[in-house]
């Protein structure tokens, strides 16, 4: 059928405002990328050849930045600036993402092959053996810095975890002026350095108590001092985004606001706070400041953490690794995986726990039933 003169006529079709992302690399794209990339590292190679320098971090800084301008015109001149913005953007995206990665694959390689075999060469007697040195002299281990960290690190976790999650939920729950000097103060401990909490904690308690003062227990609170920001960031961030449907439903329903906190918030963010507390024991188990002002260290196993000297693996790398002897050194190499070993392993269980279950996940409750009259 014709088309009216009376009807408007047909649109044509808006232009994106966004670049059409393709999930798949093309090849005139891969073409794009490779040919930067080999253009900027020739030129580069032949300006340091013909003015003789040899440093090999200027030649691949100098090539990076070479690429991405010239990566930068290709996209221009072909698809314009709006996508010649978005494909830089991407491009230092990766490129951020690759050099984090093998900046940590490169210090993981080397803890391993230090470490590893020191650890496989004594094995099992390095994990059980304190630093004594046994019955022959000669047998030593990180047991008891094994013990030490365990001790104050579980201290510390039961001692900040329910105030960090008391905290954020406050944080959030709450909409007065006190809430807003709350979260400041977290934000500013939260770049506190370590040493600060050390060395307060140290001047407090440790310098009036004289040799006595040294303890297990005032290492796992200067610890917990900077687990507390945080376990309370990351569990501010997931009490956030539960749906406020379900806090508008049970108030509705005429529950009180600390029952719906407690019965609705906390439950369906139950697999989220599991993660914060992980990541924060992981973030303070390698720490050293804390434990060298504090636990003062020992080559004897403690078990009490409340009373006398407690050993702890930061604070036993740190000790080892200023020592002359190359076994000494060796121990310390050792205790050093062995810590990476533990740090490693709770991160992956974070990421598991945070990956088991929907975060969003109500409780369920027994259904009534109801009879038919």
Known sequence: MSQSVLDPPTAAPAEPDR??????????????????AVAAVATI?????????TAWFGLFFCSYLLFFTL???????????????DRLATVAV??????????????????????????????PSFLIHDMTG?????????????????????????????????????MVESRSPLARVVRNVVDAMTGTPSIIAGLFMYTIWVVPHGVNGKSGFIAA???????????????????????GSLREAALALGAPQWRVVLRVVIPTARVGLITAAILGVARTAGETAEVLFT????????????QGNQDD????????????????????WGAAFVLMVVVLALFILARLVGSSGSMFRVPRRSRSTVEDP
């Open 221 to 243: 609170i200067t610890l917990s001092i900077m687990m507390l920001p945080v376990t309370c960031r990351a569990a501010l961030e997931v009490i956030r985004i539960v749906p």
């Open 313 to 332: 693996l930061p604070l036993r790398i740190y000790e080892q690794v200023f020592q002359p002897s190359a076994q000494a050194i060796s121990i310390g």
């Open 45 to 53: 190679w032949l300006v340091f050849a013909i003015d003789g320098v």
């Open 134 to 170: 046994g019955k022959n002299g000669n047998t030593f281990g990180v047991g008891a810095a094994i013990v030490g960290t365990v001790e104050q690190v579980a201290l510390a976790t039961v001692i900040s975890v329910p105030i960090a999650y008391l905290t954020a939920t406050y």
């Open 71 to 85: 990566y930068g015109i290709v996209s221009w001149r072909k698809y314009g600036v709006l996508r010649m913005k």
């Open 19 to 36: 670049p059409q992302r393709k999930r798949r690399a093309t090849n005139e794209g891969v073409v794009e990328i490779v040919g930067s």
């Open 295 to 306: 636990a003062g260290g020992g080559p004897h196993y403690n078990f009490n953490p409340f």
């Open 94 to 123: 990766w490129s951020g993402a690759v050099l984090a990665l093998v900046v940590l694959l490169a210090v993981v390689s080397y803890v391993t092959v230090k470490g590893l075999p020191v650890v496989l060469s004594k094995f």
